[in-house]
């Protein structure tokens, strides 16, 4: 059907199942906007959507974390694991935090009051 749009879960795409994660949430939701911004100018919406993977992290505990592009289609296809990709992991983690607010909140919570796990 045309002129019908979902992101997330919700979403299938014709080249094929795409992983339930964030990043592909993410991405179709950029895509979503920018083709509804366009329709209410008046214009044709874009080409379909494509995913671009840009890899994995995932946070280990102790300071540890995994990095892994192989999968990626554009830059360095790399997998790291140990200090370096809890850095990498940090520091995109903190990149995406939207606010002022939480930049300032996210290292504080980090490094000065751990993390809180009395809601759990």
């Given at each position: 059907m045309e002129d019908i749009w979902?992101?997330?879960?919700?979403?299938?795409?014709?080249s094929g199942r795409l992983p339930a994660t964030a990043q592909v949430a993410y991405q179709e939701a950029k895509y979503v906007a920018k083709n509804l911004n366009?329709?209410?100018?008046?214009?044709k919406p874009a080409k379909s959507f494509e995913f671009n993977n840009m890899g994995s992290l995932a946070y280990l505990g102790d300071w540890k974390a995994i990095y892994d592009r192989s999968g990626s289609q554009k830059g360095p296809k790399t997998k790291e694991a140990g200090r370096f990709a809890w850095l990498l992991w940090r520091s995109a983690y903190f990149s995406m935090s939207l606010s002022l607010r939480n930049k300032i909140l996210v290292p504080v919570y980090w490094w000065i009051f751990g993390?809180?796990?009395s809601r759990f």
């Open positions: 979902a992101i997330g879960d919700a979403s299938v795409i014709d366009t329709l209410a100018k008046g214009r993390r809180d796990i």
